[in-house]
Nanobody, 117 residues
């Protein structure tokens, strides 16, 4: 079992920045990929960014150039640095973990990000 706890959400003005953190505990040796999903109001949950154990990253086109995903293995923590935030980035952001050979099966509780003036 993997436990994930997100933090760092909040209210920010358009053009501002936030950094989300996701601390993992439990069977972290089983994790292959960590990802950040978001669910915008009235929309389905979408995958925003991923990072593998080898630190290979991928970002959805709508956030490329603005968001960065990174990890600190010593702290078992994954980060999502969000810059140049837009109102359409408003969502609940979830951290998720996928085991080797499997789908995302561990989820955090979510953290609200609101971009508004």
């Amino acid at each position: 079992q993997v436990q994930l706890v997100e933090s760092g959400g909040g209210l920010v003005q358009p053009g501002g920045s936030l950094r989300l953190s996701c601390a993992a505990s439990g069977s972290i040796f089983s994790i292959n990929v960590m990802g950040w999903y978001r669910q915008r109001p009235g929309k389905q949950r979408e995958l925003v960014a991923t990072i593998t154990t080898g630190a290979s990253t991928n970002l959805v086109d709508s956030v490329k150039g603005r968001f960065t995903i990174s990890r600190d293995n010593a702290k078992n923590t994954v980060y999502l640095q969000m810059n140049s935030l837009k109102p359409e980035d408003t969502a609940v952001y979830y951290c998720a973990a996928a085991p080797y050979g499997g789908q995302y099966d561990s989820w955090g509780q979510g953290t609200q990000v609101t971009v508004s003036s």
